[in-house]
């Protein structure tokens, strides 16, 4: 679709301003959506862990609060941006878009359904690991710019945590890598066709539990949220944000929630592919679903499973946390890697054929 | 070779886990702590010194203002002392009354304590829980004195007026109608005493809801398990009272070792730790908030049965009914001199202390036969418990601070007076 549009263009325009406005269009196809989702998750949040605390959650804005999102948004735009004295002006501004356009950009690679991706490259994994892994400059940067002991204390932090479970997210991927044989994300999710017991959550379900631990401290969601620690360093890195500069932060925590949620029900929940398929009667019932719905399901439900988790669980300490990323999740991946090889040469189930 | 420094980090008076107006100067090596400095006088209001200068009954209300989350425990301990001095006889179904209320202040509490120290290591959901429940029981303290905290409700002589015949009941609200709000008024049907009883039977289960997300919590046992481990002997040497002191091991209760009211009628346990360490506490207490509603069975049950008078008749101390007041010429003396100048306590000095939810709570009042008290001291439990701040803390890390804190249970009200 989007050849064709380029092509029609490049009859009027140059080449290069043809290409150029496709992408443009394909990024603002993407994006848009996804801001708009990432505004209606914090109104999701709120409801549901308000469900959780036997209270109501917002519900002034709009019919049931539905406005909610665009009502923070706007508080937070007419805000005044207040800068620490002695902070680093340029360093100060530059680390909120270091920690949302690495989250933004790794989005260039996630398909929604089949084909429907902006870039389909062959290195898509790797992509989605080393753009997301920048996101960690953002948090250190704005602790230093900040001059402030809390901020300080909070990028210190996240720079041990999020390197450390890095190591973890990146062993999981390399299993699935094992499994598919394809760093394309589409690719990877073609391996999973036919039915739920095809996916790849069962041979690497250790994995689905790693990559999600880690995706739940990649993002610094609770339990692993010490890098924010509301009750310890106040707010951690954003602590001296306000405004637009905390409300970019937040952006990216959310988008990068969404973007976790996204790959893990790309590489082990079966992507776009119904969980009904190959089944006699719910096979034909569901079959006019189309794919992006049982995407979107899939990634409704991990994000609920965030959201569960942050208003059931206490916070860890850093150094536990740090126990648990190196001691249990890191050997875990390795011993999985070899579990991996050995079911892969004796060919086993669906999932090695 | 460059000059490796502590990094010095001020903790408060601003911090969402302060505690209200804690100020901790931490020098921390990484994330270890080296030395904690607590600084108070923050909340000094100079309570001791204005109790001096106004008339007994009239600082009744300051006491609600020293420890906010158990205001009638403190009333207690001030309106005993006044009766010590007076040798005034409390009628009996006010000292049920009051040990009641002792005990609803004792679980409202130690819920304000759960949900905020659960608050302060990350799970926030038991925060909203214990506050739900907390609501219940500053209903009943409205409804016997009009106000949801500060009570003024204990007088010298007994309490200020009987339990109500009927509570207070939700109205009918854009978010609440129908069927919804029948459930809300479904136990405010009868007296205070049958929505208390009504709350009685159903708080057990709800304890059991905060244990079910704590107690065996991976996450809350290695926040709390070996952390601030304070030794028996070490917890006698700081002074430490109440829960506190049960956590490391030693039966150590007022209400038994020297019972006052009607407690030594009542049937309850203390429960004691083990290892003194925070998860103990924390177990001390949860238990504690099960042998108070226990409790309050009890009194509940004694007080259906046991009409009477619920203040001394002693109209030189306490004050003359309205209607004696408008037809009794001796009545109306009465009532004018007890709300202009007060009573007069004979010259001498008395203790008086209670088993407040953070600990002993005293009372040291000094007459020299004025009805203004020559000087007040107040025992505040938690003052003793913050000075042990840098000892429990010491080796630490930062988040393990605030699990101290949480688990001292501080309240600035009384550490600053």
Redesign the interface.
């Known amino acids: 679709m989007f050849n064709a549009l380029q092509g029609w263009l490049s009859i009027f325009l140059w080449d290069w301003l043809a290409i150029l406005m496709t992408l443009v269009l394909q990024v603002v196809i993407v994006v848009l959506p996804i801001m708009i989702a990432v505004a209606f998750l914090t109104l999701a949040e709120r409801k549901v862990?308000g469900f959780?605390?036997?209270?109501?959650g917002p519900n002034r804005v709009g019919p049931n609060g539905i406005l909610q999102p665009f009502a923070d948004a706007l508080k937070l735009i007419m805000k005044e941006f207040v800068r620490p004295q002695q902070s680093n002006l340029y360093l100060f501004i530059i680390a909120p878009v270091l920690a949302l356009a690495p989250v933004v950009a790794a989005w260039a690679v996630i398909p929604f359904g089949e084909g429907a991706v902006v870039s389909d490259i062959n290195v898509g994994v790797m992509y989605v690991l080393a753009v997301s892994s920048i996101v960690v400059y953002g948090v250190i940067i704005a602790g230093w710019a900040s001059n402030s002991?809390?901020a300080f204390?909070g990028a210190l932090r996240a720079s041990a945590q999020k390197v450390s479970y890095e190591i973890a997210m990146g062993f999981a991927l390399v299993t699935v890598l094992m499994v598919a044989g394809s760093m394309n994300l589409t690719e990877i999710v073609h391996g999973q066709q036919g039915g739920f017991w095809n996916w790849y959550w069962i041979p690497l379900l250790p994995m689905l539990a790693v990559y999600f631990i880690s995706g739940l401290a990649e993002t610094n969601r609770?339990?692993f949220?010490?890098v924010e620690?509301?009750?310890?360093?106040?707010a951690g890195f954003h602590v001296e944000y306000s405004s637009m500069g905390f409300g970019v932060f937040m952006l990216a925590e959310y988008a990068m929630m969404v973007l976790i949620s996204f790959m893990t029900a790309i590489m082990f929940l079966g992507g776009w592919y119904s969980p009904f398929e190959n089944i006699p009667v719910l096979d034909p019932l569901t079959a006019w679903i189309p794919g992006f719905i049982w995407l979107f399901l899939k990634v409704a439900f991990l994000l609920f499973l965030f959201l569960w988790f942050?208003?059931?669980?206490?916070?860890?300490?850093?150094?536990?946390l740090m126990r648990l990323g190196w001691k249990v999740l890191i050997p875990l991946t390795i011993v999985w890697v070899f579990v991996v090889g050995v079911m892969h040469y004796f060919s086993i189930g669906p999932w090695f054929n | 070779m460059p000059e490796i420094r502590n990094y010095t980090l001020n903790f408060g008076p601003q911090h969402p886990s302060a505690h209200g107006v804690l100020r901790l100067v931490l020098e921390l090596d990484g994330e270890t702590v080296v030395r904690s400095d607590p600084h108070i006088g923050l909340l000094h209001r100079g309570t001791e010194k204005l109790a001096e200068y106004k008339p007994y009954n009239q600082s009744i209300g300051y006491m609600d203002r020293l420890d906010y989350v158990s205001m009638m425990s403190n009333e207690h301990a001030y309106v005993m002392a006044i009766e010590k001095m007076l040798g005034l006889e409390v009628p009996e179904r006010a000292q049920y009354i009051r040990v009641m209320f002792d005990e609803i202040t004792r679980i409202l509490n130690h819920l304000m304590w759960l949900g905020a120290h659960a608050l302060d290591i990350g799970a926030m959901t038991v925060f909203l829980y214990a506050f739900r429940e907390r609501e219940d029981l500053m209903d009943c303290y409205e409804a016997v004195s009009g106000a949801r905290m500060h009570a003024t409700y204990y007088r010298p002589g007994g309490v200020y007026r009987d339990l109500p015949d009927t509570m207070a009941k939700y109205q009918s609200s854009k978010w609440h109608q129908g069927r919804d709000l029948d459930k809300l008024n479904e136990t405010r049907e009868g007296s205070l005493l049958d929505f208390i009883e009504a709350f009685t039977q159903r708080f057990p289960g709800y304890v059991d809801e905060y244990e079910t997300l704590l107690t065996d919590n991976r996450i809350w046992k290695q926040r709390t398990v070996d952390i601030a481990i304070v030794s028996p002997e070490r917890a006698l040497q700081l002074g430490f009272t109440g829960p506190m002191l049960r956590g490391s091991g030693i039966a150590w209760d007022l209400r038994k070792k020297q019972p006052y009211e009607v407690y030594d009628k009542l049937d309850f346990d203390i429960p004691v730790g083990k290892t003194g360490d925070s998860y103990d506490r924390y177990l001390v207490r949860v238990a504690e908030m099960r042998e108070s509603n226990k409790i309050i069975k009890q009194c509940v049950e004694w007080l259906k049965n046991n009409p009477g008078p619920v203040i001394a008749a002693d109209h030189k101390v306490t004050p003359p009914s309205r209607e004696d007041a408008k037809t009794n010429m001796e009545a109306l003396i009465h009532h004018f001199k007890l709300f202009t100048e007060g009573f007069i306590l004979p010259a001498g000095e008395a203790y008086s202390a209670v088993e407040h939810p953070k600990g002993e709570f005293g009372i040291y009042m000094v007459s020299d036969g004025a009805n203004k008290p020559y000087r007040l001291k107040v025992r505040a439990p938690g003052f003793p418990h913050l000075a042990a701040l840098d000892e429990m803390a010491k080796g630490h890390m930062i988040a393990d601070v605030v699990t101290i804190i949480g688990t001292q249970d501080i309240v600035f009200g009384e550490i600053d007076r």
């Open positions: 862990i959780m605390q036997v209270r109501m002991k809390y204390l609770t339990p949220d010490v620690g509301e009750a310890e360093i106040v942050r208003a059931t669980f206490p916070r860890y300490r850093y150094d536990q």
